[in-house]
């Protein structure tokens, strides 16, 4: 069945999915910041994978797009405990994860979370700790008081909001300081345009990272969304070969 439908979390909260049965490890798509499943990334890899014949799980996280909740409640561990429990309900055998800018800090978290079940991870613009290196001392100043800050969306007319309790939680979830314990299979794509997440970001990723089977891919003309047709075409060569490794072991 891949028409939307609904989750419901301890607390009563339905998060909206979109999941196509399938072979192989099932590939959970993991939007950026205030994105949603009906992207173009996204729903190119669930045509696609529907197309193949594989299992793929798309999701709205808490407060955005057709899931319940305030987007202010926001936080990387509350989006990660959503993700787990729809792979976990949804779900069986091994996963490929696949995340887009923050969407790229929640795979590293989710990937860690699954352990044994993660087979391969693929990072598009990246994204984590930006936390950390994305705001002045200024902004986590207020941030760290309590206040929300807005920041300009170059997608659209409203600001960006930037809630405290995401920054904090943010905060607690760095990643790029240290070591990252996952030794599955990696692809990373950044694109040298990037105006929002630095290049050199999925840089020090893939140095963090534990796994040796690492490969970083850049774009010379590519943007931060990545989402031009050549860009998808791109991600959509990039699953499909990691899979053909991963079914070739």
């Not at 729809?86 to 996963?95: F, N, P, W, Y």
């Amino acid at each position: 069945m891949s028409q939307t439908q609904f989750h419901a979390m301890p607390d009563g909260r339905k998060i909206a999915y979109r999941f196509s049965e399938g072979s192989g490890p099932t590939l959970v798509f993991l939007p950026g910041y205030m994105s949603d499943m009906e992207g173009g990334k996204a729903t190119a890899l669930f045509d696609w994978s529907e197309g193949q014949g594989r299992a793929c799980l798309l999701l709205d996280y808490s407060g955005c797009g057709a899931s319940e909740g305030d987007f202010a409640d926001g936080t990387l561990s509350r989006w990660r405990d959503e993700v787990i429990a729809l792979i976990e309900a949804r779900t069986k055998g091994e996963i490929v994860v696949i995340g887009s800018s923050m969407g790229g800090w929640l795979m590293l978290l989710v990937g860690l979370a699954l352990g044994d079940r993660l087979a391969g991870i693929v990072g598009i613009a990246s994204a984590p700790d930006f936390t950390d290196w994305g705001r002045t001392a200024e902004d986590k100043a207020r941030l760290s008081e309590g206040e929300t800050v807005l920041d300009e969306n170059p997608y659209g007319p409203e600001p960006t909001p930037m809630h405290s309790g995401f920054w904090i939680d943010g905060q607690d979830q760095r990643l790029l300081a240290g070591e990252i314990a996952i030794d599955a299979p990696v692809r990373l794509l950044h694109g040298k345009k990037d105006a929002d997440v630095p290049w050199e970001i999925s840089e020090k990723l893939a140095a963090a990272l534990r796994s040796d089977a690492v490969q970083l891919t850049y774009i010379k003309d590519g943007d931060h969304r990545l989402s031009r047709p050549q860009d998808i075409a791109l991600l959509l060569r990039t699953v499909g070969g990691l899979l053909e490794d991963l079914d070739s072991q």
